[in-house]
């Protein structure tokens, strides 16, 4: 079962931020996940939020920043002072620090429909980067999947299920030759597992945090999970 660093090791470091994707490959990740914004003027950032609060009190729109001016937030300092340098990566600095070994999840917060062309420059830079092979590219934005299937035929598609049920799941799932169901822990349940898995998909849990959890979705068979804490995947009980 794969250890998927959420945020990197967002457990230890502010989440999204080159400092929690190094400590990840410090604690031996394997794969690292993060989730992927646009500028206003067209910049691929990090960071989990359309808006900046979850980083202090900037209720900034990233859609309405330019580069120039989200660059100088810092969004460490709420974790922890010491990270008051940390800054917003721009999704190349990402490619540039991740070895090729480490499989990448990026997940697009949303599509075109809020951040025009983000499909296209995404897939842009993964192929600059030769990283089709190791990049699964995963959505609640079901539509901005569908854009980067009809973008690219081989790249990996992760689908996330949000509010979705999962008949019409498998429905879109089939029609995007998608890799993964991508679940949350509540979602996650024997039935849901199996039928995924009987049709040919991946299951990839979030957000699962304790060696009791993983150790319960290992037996239920989920190909991954994304952890807070990628020591997760030496820990054993």
């Known amino acids: 079962m794969l250890v998927i660093a959420h945020r990197g090791a967002s457990g230890h470091a502010p989440e999204n931020t080159l400092a929690s994707f190094r400590r990840a490959l410090e604690m031996g990740a394997r794969a690292v996940e993060f989730d992927v914004h646009l500028t206003l003027d067209g910049e691929l950032v990090v960071a989990h939020d359309d808006d900046l609060r979850r980083c202090g009190r900037d209720r900034r729109s990233l859609r309405r920043l330019l580069w120039e001016d989200a660059r ?86 992760g689908y996330l299920l949000g509010l979705s049920t999962l008949e019409k799941a498998f429905r879109e799932m089939k029609t995007l030759r998608a890799e993964s169901l991508n679940l949350s822990r509540r979602q996650a349940g024997p039935r849901a597992i199996k039928a995924a898995h009987d049709r040919g998909y991946k299951v990839l849990v979030y957000t699962v945090n304790t060696p009791l959890e993983r150790d319960r979705f290992a037996r239920l068979g989920v190909d991954g999970i994304f952890c807070n804490y990628p020591e997760l995947d030496l820990w054993r009980s």
């Open 72 to 157: 100088r937030v810092d969004v460490g300092s709420w974790f922890n002072p010491r990270f008051s340098a940390e800054r917003l990566p721009r999704l190349d600095q990402v490619y540039d620090l991740l070895p090729p070994e480490v499989e990448v999840h990026a997940e697009l917060k949303h599509g075109s429909a809020v951040y025009p062309g983000i499909e296209e420059r995404a897939l842009d830079l993964i192929r600059r980067r030769s990283a089709l092979r190791r990049t699964l590219i995963s959505s609640f934005d079901h539509a901005a999947l569908r854009v980067v299937r009809g973008l690219d035929e081989t790249a990996r598609v």
